[in-house]
């Protein structure tokens, strides 16, 4: 399996904002590769931006061409692809109604197995009014791999955000299917001073063996509502939607 030959696309749409306002709304989901391929994909999305106003959307295992990966205007992107098949981009991509000022698009050091993709994850800041940043990580965790292996994927994350010392969200899809995955990723989680998001309807939220996979981590905003929206029929996994202010 080989890497693509991009690993980072960014587009802004028709109209970009150039500020995240200070109340935002958030949208974190492993869409299973059908925001393009599915038929129906494009009317659920336009129906949740309407009817919540989404300012951000973090998806994974999302797939996408270079400069067409999002329909819906008024939103810029950018992208992290781990796979390349016939000219199409598969990965993690971030949909906002402001533009990033900066994006980095990353490779995990390991593989999915012997003959697997490595996975991939995407850095990418915000500005609000007030000239601080918003920092946002979308990851889609190492899953086929010993726990070292993804206990250092983890450490690599740290590395990544330490520095940044204003608001961040971390958020995606952690593979945490066994107590040893969710610890690791607690003492990153601890690290960083980051609080989990604690959805109410916990049974809908993807899991495996009993442990949630599904992850909103976030510190310097306030938590306003949370909900998992699970009429869609579109994943196995449901979208996770939050509002913060600032």
């Known amino acids: 399996m080989f890497k693509p030959s991009l690993l980072h696309h960014s587009s802004c749409g028709d109209h970009c904002d150039p500020y995240v306002p200070e109340t935002f709304s958030l949208l974190c989901w492993n869409v299973y590769k059908n925001n393009q391929k599915h038929p ?3 009317h659920f999305i336009h129906r949740e931006v309407q009817k919540r106003e989404i300012d951000f959307m973090l998806f994974q295992e999302a797939s996408f061409q270079d400069n067409k990966a999002f329909e819906v205007s008024h939103y810029a992107y950018d992208g992290a692809a781990n ?13 906002s109604r402001v533009e990033s000022y900066e994006a980095k698009a990353y490779l995990s050091e390991g593989k999915e197995s012997l003959w697997g993709p490595h996975k991939s994850l995407l850095l990418s800041k915000y500005l609000f009014k007030d000239g ?8 889609h965790v190492i899953n086929f791999r010993e726990s070292r292996g993804y206990g250092r994927e983890l450490e690599r994350f740290l590395g990544l955000l330490r520095e940044h010392k204003g608001a961040m969200i971390f958020a995606g899809d ?3 299917w066994n107590h040893t995955r969710m610890t690791k990723l607690q003492h990153i989680v601890d690290s960083l001073s980051l609080k989990r998001v604690n959805f109410e309807q916990k049974g809908k ?14 510190r310097g905003v306030e938590l306003l509502q949370e909900e998992v929206i699970n009429d869609h029929g579109l994943s196995d996994h449901h979208p996770l939607f939050v509002r913060f202010k600032k």
């Open 83 to 95: 796979l390349e098949i016939r000219d199409k981009f598969y990965g993690v991509l971030t949909a």
């Open 132 to 139: 601080t940043s918003l920092l946002i990580l979308n990851v």
């Open 205 to 218: 939220v993807k899991s495996f063996m009993g442990r949630a996979l599904d992850f909103i981590f976030y």
């Open 40 to 42: 129906r994909f494009q």
């Open 174 to 176: 952690f593979n945490t």
